[in-house]
């Protein structure tokens, strides 16, 4: 009985290595996409409760300005219709904000504090609204099991949710994917009619105060990006929201 479990799980791992060689060989990207939305969806949903404890208790107003913030970016385009977000604040003193399966994104309290206008944030969450658009956390997630740590936890090995938060938060991104996330979410900021300048200037900062190293490692650099902002020029700019609203948006977290 054992020499058969044996012999099962040894086949086991021959098709799992000559599908990750196929795989490879096609790239992960078209795989990401045949995946329904709501499998997607659903993964984010059983992978989140790790992050439910860190979640900050923001009064209500604090949370309906961070709803207006993000309803002023999505839904704006006619492909918004194939995917859903929903945006949260969590309690983490690191400057970031990362993208989860199923479109959950989190802002660490770390980058609100860190951020000097709602426009900066605008810009953050654009960059990783395009990266839920274009699939990129399922491919980085399909890319993560098709390792041999991935393996060992489908063949037998425990994995914790919380160790895939860790994953997704510390998830590294190509360059062509970080470049299309900056693109898409510019072209996000101009039809909403926010200032893309935000956006400019808190990469620019993040750059020049080293805070930020590892958020910003596989970003293009800071001259493309500004070349990029070029490309995309503001559209009848409107505020986001008033001074006193920031001021509230910021200290949300408690």
Partial sequence: MNDNASKLKGLLWVIASCLIGVLFAFGLAPLAHVIPWSWEKNLGYALEFNVLNQECHANAQSEALLQRLVKRLYPIQPEDAAFSIEVRVVKNAEINAYASLGGKIFINSGLLKQAESPEEIAG??????????????????????????????????????????????????????????????????????????????????????????????????????????????????????????????KNACY
């Fill in 124 to 249: 953050v969450l654009a960059h990783e609204i395009t990266h839920v658009q274009h699939r990129h956390i399922m491919e980085g997630a399909i890319n993560h099991i098709l390792t041999s740590e991935g393996l060992k936890a489908i063949f037998g090995v425990n994995s914790s949710a919380a160790e895939w938060t860790q994953y997704f938060l510390k998830m590294d991104f190509t360059k062509s994917q970080e470049t299309q996330a900056d693109e898409g979410g510019l072209k996000r900021l101009q039809q909403a009619h926010i200032d893309n300048q935000g956006f400019k200037h808190f990469f620019e900062r993040m750059e020049n105060s080293g805070f930020a190293a590892d958020f910003l490692s596989d970003h293009p650099s800071n001259d493309a990006r500004i070349a990029m902002v070029k490309q995309f020029t503001n559209q009848n700019v409107q505020p986001i929201m008033t001074q006193d609203e920031w001021k509230m948006l």
